[in-house]
């Protein structure tokens, strides 16, 4: 975990640290030899050095020496010379070191936020932040991933308007973690972008996706590296009045959401994940779903396979009823949070959710 500096250079706790090395040094000169609490004020450099800026750690560190130096000299009447000089050489060799892991920490930091927002920059590329909008589309949700200090992990989405005026809509999770599942994930986003802006069917955008996802497993097979594949959820929304159509390669049912009514539903004909294709040669097929009126809820694995410390799934469509009557971005809020609560920030796996509306439709923003 990355433990971040006190705000404004730590100046409220370079005073309580100064503080308590002048008090440990009264005391340390009223007790003389018989209580020696130098090994306790020998602490307050080394805070200063992880928690306060350069400046305020080279005061403490200055302090510290000037007290330790003033206590021995008071109590040398009960010591030998040697023992005084060592114990005022042992006291600057601590100061001097705390001041050096200031620098070297600060240092380090420095480098930790340049490649932090370098990481951030590229992950943004790879995957965009909620909200998201085309055409008379909204689309509210949240992403959550399992591994700490990271924005990506195995689950994608995107939406894109194609020059017909078609929103197509994904929703993916890709098989396993880390850097192969990004890998993999940035492939099949990539070839969905330029698909779903050129292919005239979502059957052809998801052959066009399996194939960039073959292409990329062929060349991580090269390397020894495990191949991937990738359930996925294909939308197209047309003009309102139309029906969605909705097109599955082994993805998790979603929902739709009309008035205070809540429905699950999988399409009647899926297709297997991305990658997995080839096994059966069986064409995926798209079909008519809800109305461009209606709201839909798509999600990955990742939520409705969260568990509680009792070990009870979350309870997604229970929710969705409670909630059903919030705008997206408030239900949205709210079941990010819930499912912060339900699973004590113990996420087990990536989740995401995109809750989609046409304003058009609907009649509002």
Known sequence: MHIKRVPDG???????????????????????????LALVA??????????????????????????QAVTHCVIMPRWDTAGVLVAVLGALLVAGFSVALCAALLEREAAYDRTRMVAD??????????????????????????????????????VVESPAGQQRILIGDVQGKGMP?????????????????HEATLEAVADHMEGALLRHNSALSLTGTDERFVTA????????????????????PYYVISGDRVEERLPEHFGLPLGLGPLTGAPRRAVDSASSSEWLVLCTDGVTEARDPQGRFYPLRER??????????????????????????ELKDDAAVLIVRDASACGGP
Request: net charge positive; charged share 15%; with cysteine.
């Open 320 to 345: 969705l009823s409670h909630w059903a009557q919030l705008p997206p971005p408030d239900l949205a809020r709210a079941l990010r949070a819930d499912l912060e609560t339900f699973t004590e920030g």
């Open 42 to 67: 020998s602490v307050m450099p080394l805070i200063a050095a992880r928690l306060c800026s350069l400046g305020r750690t080279v005061v403490v560190a200055a302090v510290f020496a000037v007290a």
């Open 233 to 252: 959820l294909l939308l197209e929304v047309g003009p309102p009045g139309t029906t969605i159509r909705v097109l599955s390669c082994g993805h998790i």
């Open 121 to 158: 920059a590229v992950q943004r590329t790879i995957l965009r932040e909620l909200p998201l909008t085309a055409g008379p589309l909204r689309i509210a949700g949240f992403y959550i991933s399992a591994q700490e200090g990271a924005r990506v992990g195995g689950d994608i989405y995107e």
């Open 181 to 197: 599942a990004i890998g993999a994930g940035h492939a099949v986003l990539t070839s969905f972008r330029e698909a779903a802006y």
């Open 10 to 36: 730590g100046r409220v706790l370079t005073a309580l640290l100064i503080t308590g090395i002048a008090a440990l040094a009264v005391l340390d000169c009223l007790t003389g030899t018989r209580l020696r």
